[in-house]
């Protein structure tokens, strides 16, 4: 019996050693602090000299189409050796090694190393020329890296805890779903549109879902789209005093991309709102997307309103709302966007 009992012992120790060898440690902790900062691990000899220029002029370049200045991330310092647990479990870490002894330059991209769900970005160099070249040469991959983790992180939570009267009514008159946050009330409803919106006495945000037929490739440009939105938008989001509304603001340019979005064709739009024959105004994204299966267009066009407040982390929540889009007909649209890939 003892003999069995120990080579019974022996086993159990052999497969948690097996297994502690064979898988990743499961996470427990949770991401800290704010929405869009980045703590920067970097010494302060660096920080003050080119490396920390280049890194504050990149990463806390002004967000685009906003109405005031805002930075894209607030950056937060840290030396190497003040680098612990504190920060470690930050949202978005980037860490530097600029020392000689460094074999190569590089950068690394890897989530979840200390907490979930974390992005981190380690760049090494063996000095501070070949850091900036490095750097500058993976900037745009950093900034889209944060700015995805970002979105996604609001996503998965709008997806356990959303508004289900909103995604109810989209998905039975709209052909649709979207995942709202609670508190978002449906404020308009008409057979190819509906105005969601969520307010309080400091801020406004709101979403204005529309459909129109595909006729033309026209549809995915700018022009068309912002003349397709006003006309919305006149009728659907009267201002507070007789003969307001919202609208486009034609002075500045709109940011315009042609994209995909769940494997379908699609556009995204950037800019401002003003309320005509008013003096409101804010920071607007949209998403045009074909909805080919039924030969139709779906627009999701989020805006914001807070006065004297920022407006960044505001208008990000609304973006990774409307990105949370999704068509019941996707299964027929991706069999038609297979074919179409096919045939060319």
């Known amino acids: 019996m003892k003999r069995k009992f120990i080579y019974l012992f022996s086993i159990i120790i052999s497969v948690i050693i097996l297994q502690s060898c064979s898988t990743e440690p499961v996470l427990h902790t949770n991401i800290t602090g704010n929405a869009n900062e980045v703590v920067v691990v970097v010494s302060n000899e660096s920080w003050e000299g080119k490396p920390g220029e280049a890194l504050r002029e990149t990463l806390g370049q002004s967000h685009l189409a906003l109405p005031q200045s805002e930075p894209v991330f607030d950056l937060i310092n840290v030396p190497p050796q003040a680098f612990k647990k504190i920060f470690r479990t930050a949202r978005n870490i980037v860490q530097t090694s600029i020392a000689s002894t460094n074999d190569t330059t590089r950068v690394i ?38 700015l995805k983790a970002e979105k996604e992180r609001f996503t998965k939570n709008y997806k356990k805890y959303y508004e289900k009267v909103v995604y109810n009514t989209l998905n039975e008159n709209y052909g649709l779903t979207m995942t709202v946050p609670p508190g978002f009330k449906v404020s308009r409803q008409k057979k190819n549109s509906i105005w969601v919106r969520y307010e309080t006495p400091e801020i406004s945000q709101g979403i204005v879902v529309y459909t129109f037929p595909y006729t033309s490739d026209s549809t995915f ?6 003349a397709q939105t006003d006309s919305v938008l006149e009728i659907d989001i009267p201002g507070p005093t007789a003969g307001s509304y919202m609208a486009i603001e034609k002075r500045l340019d709109q940011i315009f991309n042609i994209t995909e979005h769940n494997k ?19 920071p607007y994204v949209a998403l045009a997307e074909l909805d080919a299966s039924n030969q139709r267009i779906v627009v999701a066009f989020g805006y914001v309103f807070a006065p004297s407040k920022d407006k960044r982390n505001l208008l990000q ?22 074919q179409v890939k096919m045939g060319n």
């Open 109 to 146: 991209f890897k989530d979840d190393v200390w907490a979930y769900p974390q992005a981190t970005v380690r760049i090494e160099a063996k000095n501070a020329e070949e850091f900036i070249k490095v750097f500058n040469k993976n900037s745009d991959r950093i900034i889209s890296y944060f």
């Open 221 to 226: 440009t700018a022009d068309y789209l912002v």
């Open 264 to 282: 379908n064709y699609a556009a995204e739009m950037r800019g401002l709102w003003r309320m005509e024959n008013d003096f409101m105004g804010g």
């Open 317 to 338: 929540q609304v973006e990774a709302m409307i990105y949370s889009l999704a068509l019941n007909d996707q299964a027929k649209n991706d069999k038609i966007n297979s």
